[in-house]
């Protein structure tokens, strides 16, 4: 209920931008709806079932299920690009992919925005790796974090990879420095907003 | 995050693959800003100005935002102080 009242919170303050990205981006967004559903499938039913076969199929439920944290964070790492077909009236639709290029007609999904996924699931995977050593002991604990120490330099490299990609495709994104002080000069400079 | 990894230092890494995540959110955030969402004809982009609601509605929000991460602060805390600790494997399920 709370993470709701903070989407609304969003809704409130910048209700076009928010109804341009929910309905441009529809089907990413119920994509992980279905992957969370799965995932809920596949945590609730192993237990009712005790069969082999459907314990092995709830358990490979679950593999795509957890992608879906992925998903969401490489909704927000994909963002910099500037595909978003948007028209004058705030609205927009992009295919799931067309070429796989970067060029004057892409779909959601191309090589750079895959990339960027890569690096969020590669990221989550040691992210969800090191918790599970945090919260096990034993040979849980040592299997998970040899899991980490095994995986951590993928998101490292990919995350090189990806910044550099990015830097590629738009480089004015990378002038993170100015942007950082606009962003916290914001209150005073947008008070034509906020009135005293 | 690998070298206290590999020392066993699992809360040390988790915590730094936590700094790692909010780094990459709060980078992709700062680079961006302060548009919303780009267009491919710059004119286009929706940014945080020419996307803001009036005077009530941002005062609406930004109360209400307050207020929502208050609580989600708070159940964040809670969950976590109530299942602190390392669990059992072989325990009780359901």
New interface residues.
């Given amino acids: 209920m709370d993470s709701r009242l903070l989407v609304d919170c969003l809704h409130f303050a910048f209700p076009q931008l928010y109804a341009s990205s929910f309905s441009g981006f529809y089907l990413p967004r119920m994509m992980a709806l279905w992957l969370l559903m799965l995932r809920a499938i596949g945590i609730e039913f192993r237990v009712h079932i005790p069969n082999p076969v459907w314990e092995s199929f709830f358990d490979a439920n679950l593999f795509p299920g957890q992608c879906a944290a992925g998903d969401f964070l490489w909704s927000c790492l994909r963002q910099p690009d500037p595909r978003s077909a948007l028209g004058p009236d705030g609205y927009f639709f992009e295919p799931l992919w067309t070429n796989w290029r970067v060029g004057p007609n892409p779909g959601i999904l191309d090589w750079c925005t895959v990339l960027a996924g890569l690096v969020a699931l590669a990221a989550i995977a040691v992210h969800g790796a090191l918790y599970v050593a945090v919260k096990t002991e034993a040979a849980l604990a040592a299997r998970a974090c040899g899991l980490a120490v095994t995986v951590s330099p993928v998101p490292s490299l990919l995350t090189v990879a990806s910044l550099a990609a990015t830097a590629l495709v738009r480089p004015t994104v990378m002038n993170i420095t100015g942007n950082i002080r606009s962003a916290f000069s914001c209150p005073l400079s947008s008070s034509g907003h906020w009135p005293p | ?2 070298w206290a ?2 020392k ?1 230092k ?2 040390l ?2 915590l730094a ?2 700094l ?2 909010t780094g ?2 709060g ?8 548009t ?7 004119a ?3 940014t ?6 009036g ?1 009530h ?2 005062w ?3 109360v ?2 307050i ?3 208050t ?2 602060l708070a ?1 964040f805390f809670f969950i976590y102080r109530r299942f602190k600790g ?2 059992q ?1 072989e325990g009780e ?2």
């Fill in positions: 995050m690998i990894a590999s066993a699992e809360k890494a988790f693959s936590g790692y995540l990459m959110l980078g992709a955030a700062f680079a961006l800003y302060p919303g969402l780009p267009a491919r004809v710059g286009y982009s929706l945080i100005r020419n996307t803001a609601a005077h509605g941002l609406v929000g930004l209400g935002w207020f929502g991460l609580l989600a159940c390392k669990v494997v399920g359901y």
